[in-house]
């Protein structure tokens, strides 16, 4: 399916999304948004792994499009703030494991995409916060949350509060990304894990991810309750069958995804 601004690639399982906007510095406005939750949505279906990033190498998604939210009244601005919910869900609940790749300024909605996402791989020349209190407002797509249940809440504060801007290395050392690599070679090292991942078995990748997230939100006890019960749901997939027979046939298992 062809968008206005995003581009896809597909390959070998791994899925690519890039946000195209790049005169905006990729910022989201309400297209761009649907555009996103379509995406990921089919790309669902498609493939084992997906990746996010920007095109150029100034920004991954400098933030919400200023210009679109100058424009935006009260009711506006509400139905603004819950279609970037609806869409940082999609990115966060999506069954494929999701890897940010950031490219540069990785800005307010920027930092809240690529924190839904289940990691985030960063340019050594990247640059990430969340400015908003700057402009008189907060965070509002997830990043008061997410960004709390990651740093905690005095770390969170200070990005927040501050509104001031981490360097890749900065936000590696606070924990908020994973891996800092040359510029060139983001998208090397994003695919490479992305293929590692993509060899695993699907089912148990999504179950994975599920119970993960939920960790957030349940009791240490209600957790690994959840996670006996998922565990046993194993044992009725194909792809449990096929892991265990390639691992005593001494060869790469092929997995269905079923």
């Not at 990691?119 to 969340?130: E, H, M, P, V």
């Amino acid at each position: 399916m062809a968008f206005n601004n995003l581009t896809l690639h597909t390959n070998n399982g791994f899925g690519i999304v890039t946000v195209n906007r790049p005169k905006s510095l990729n910022a989201l406005n309400i297209e761009t948004l649907r555009e996103l939750k379509e995406a990921m949505e089919e790309l669902e279906k498609k493939v084992k792994v997906i990746a996010l990033t920007g095109a150029g190498e100034k920004a991954f998604v400098a933030g919400a499009d200023i210009a679109a939210l100058r424009q935006m009244n009260r009711e506006e601005a509400s139905e603004f703030i819950r279609l970037g919910h609806e869409v940082m869900n999609t990115v966060e609940n999506c069954k494929r494991p999701v890897i940010a790749a950031v490219n540069g300024f990785c800005l307010g909605g920027g930092l809240e995409l690529a924190l839904s996402c289940d990691f985030i791989y960063a340019s050594d020349k990247a640059n990430l916060g969340l400015p908003e209190v700057g402009l008189g407002l907060f965070p509002s797509w997830g990043g008061t949350q997410r960004l709390t249940r990651l740093l905690g809440k005095n770390k969170a504060k200070e990005v927040i509060l501050t509104g001031g801007m981490l360097s890749a290395e900065e936000a590696c050392r606070w924990g908020i990304v994973n891996r800092v690599c040359s510029s060139k070679k983001l998208l090397e090292e994003t695919r490479a894990t992305a293929l590692l991942i993509a060899k695993k078995g699907p089912m148990a990748l999504s179950m994975a991810k599920g119970l993960i997230n939920n960790a957030c939100h349940t009791t240490l006890r209600e957790g690994l309750l959840e996670e006996q019960k998922i565990f046993s749901q194993c044992f009725q997939t194909e792809d449990l069958k096929e892991g265990l027979m390639a691992f005593v046939e001494k060869r790469l298992p092929k997995f269905v995804g079923r």
